[in-house]
């Protein structure tokens, strides 16, 4: 069964450092998102991307943060300065199309400590 | 905004016994339901999806869940679990033809053999 591919697995950062988690969605799929799980609380969604655009984004998602396809099969969330609150499970998902009709595939996440 | 009420942080169950987790979410307009499993050191599954048509959905290792439009619920059920469901479960929702799902907080379930 096709899988999404996240790296690392776990990655801790000083604050104030840029971090890049890295995720290989599944080929054929056009929409990628990221969300993200403090512990403890609930999975929030950050950001969709369609096109070579992002489609949406939450509240959470500030200047900050930035995505990117760069090459055709990897999909990029970038913190440009990380803060402690940062902390959390990163999770990126992809889909055929519509998530109401096809539903996401999700990769197993980047634990993300910042000290 | 949506939002997704799951009511048992934490059950714990021992095998063989009857499941029902419940679920309630709150957006005035037509939405696309889910459950999604996550077990320990593995990512998130769905586990079964309402997008139309019956409200009784069926899912994957025996799992299913109904949707009560009336009481913006859709509860998960498993007539009788096993040891291998112990698993994190959340609820999330969609607005229809939506692309951003919405999470419940999730419930822990642990079945004792």
């Known amino acids: 069964e096709p899988e999404v591919t996240q790296t690392p697995s776990h990655q801790v950062t000083q604050m104030g450092q840029e971090v890049i988690l890295r995720c290989v969605p599944i080929s054929n799929h056009l929409y990628f998102y990221w969300y993200r799980q403090i512990l403890g609380q609930k999975v929030e969604f950050l950001v969709s991307?369609?096109?070579?655009?992002?489609?949406?984004k939450s509240e959470i998602f500030d200047d900050q943060f930035s995505v990117e396809r760069p090459d055709g099969s990897n999909f990029t969330l970038k913190i440009r300065s990380t803060k402690l609150e940062d902390s959390a499970m990163y999770f990126c998902?992809?889909?055929?199309?519509?998530?109401?009709?096809?539903?996401?595939?999700f990769g197993s996440g980047t634990r993300l400590t910042v000290v | 905004a949506q939002s997704v009420s799951q009511h048992n942080h934490h059950v714990i169950l021992s095998e063989a016994a009857s499941l029902e987790l419940g679920c309630n979410y709150s957006y005035g307009g037509t939405v696309n339901l889910f459950w999604y499993v996550q077990y320990p050191g593995q990512h998130l599954q769905l586990l079964l999806k309402?997008?139309?048509?019956?409200?009784l959905v069926k899912g994957i290792k025996g799992f299913e869940a109904e949707f009560i439009k009336s009481k913006f619920s859709f509860n998960l059920r498993k007539p009788s679990v096993q040891w291998s469901d112990t698993a994190e479960y959340f609820c999330?929702?969609?607005?229809?033809?939506?692309?951003?799902?919405?999470f419940g907080a999730g419930t822990i379930l642990r079945v004792k053999s």
């Open positions: 999330a929702v969609t607005r229809e033809y939506g692309n951003k799902l919405v």
């Open positions: 998902a992809s889909s055929l199309g519509r998530v109401a009709l096809y539903g996401y595939t």
């Open positions: 309402y997008f139309s048509g019956d409200p």
């Open positions: 991307f369609y096109n070579n655009e992002i489609s949406e």
